[in-house]
């Protein structure tokens, strides 16, 4: 199943194969609720937020704009519109991996300063970030084995999936179906 026909599915009620066990939450007239924690500390504290960005068939404005803030770039506070498709990526993966206390956001949004100064640390880091774009985020998910988030992310065909097990994180995309 293709990205376009996974989020029609949530979008008309009916239940994508890639996630049998979350029927009734992506019904028409549902609310959808993420769960972030951001993991650098912000003036000293851990932000932690549960959202609501989908209600009644369409997303919702205030809890994309509060999403869009939870993703924004840490190292220098720039917020930038956010893919909703990324957070109905992290919303299957939070709800087929029964995260009881959310994701844990590593990286979200990119600026272009930033992504420029994370290459000129280290080869991992791509030119051309859809991080910069707003449509990638590093996370993880307490108490589930991070080979695990990387097969269900995998699984769901929505996007990009990188693996990175010594950085303790899986990057996810609504770029192409693709893995490294």
């Given amino acids: 199943m293709n990205r376009r026909s996974f989020l029609a599915s949530l979008a008309g009620g009916a239940l994508s194969a890639a996630l049998p066990q979350a029927a009734t939450a992506f019904g028409v007239n549902s609310v959808r609720v993420l769960e972030l924690r951001n993991t650098h500390?912000?003036?000293?504290?851990?932000?932690?937020?549960?959202?609501?960005?989908?209600?009644?068939?369409?997303?919702?404005?205030?809890?994309?704009?509060?999403?869009?803030?939870?993703?924004?770039?840490?190292?220098?506070?720039?917020?930038?519109?956010?893919?909703?498709?990324?957070?109905?990526?992290?919303?299957?993966?939070?709800?087929?991996?029964?995260?009881?206390?959310?994701?844990?956001?590593?990286?979200?949004?990119?600026?272009?300063?930033?992504?420029?100064m994370l290459r000129s640390r280290s080869s991992g880091v791509a030119k051309h970030s859809l991080h910069m774009e707003g449509m990638a985020g590093d996370i993880r998910i307490p108490g589930v084995e991070l080979h695990t988030l990387r097969k269900t992310a995998m699984n769901l065909q929505l996007g990009g999936v990188g693996y990175y097990p010594r950085s303790n994180f899986v990057h996810v995309d609504t770029g192409r179906v693709r893995t490294w």
Avoid at 44 to 56: D, K, M, Q, S, T
Avoid at 81 to 100: C, G, N, S, V
């Fill in 41 to 116: 500390p912000i003036d000293g504290r851990i932000e932690h937020a549960r959202v609501p960005y989908w209600r009644n068939g369409r997303y919702d404005a205030r809890g994309l704009g509060l999403l869009n803030h939870m993703m924004r770039d840490w190292r220098n506070e720039r917020v930038h519109k956010i893919d909703p498709e990324l957070f109905d990526i992290f919303y299957a993966l939070q709800t087929e991996l029964r995260a009881r206390e959310g994701l844990h956001l590593i990286s979200g949004y990119r600026s272009p300063e930033t992504n420029a």
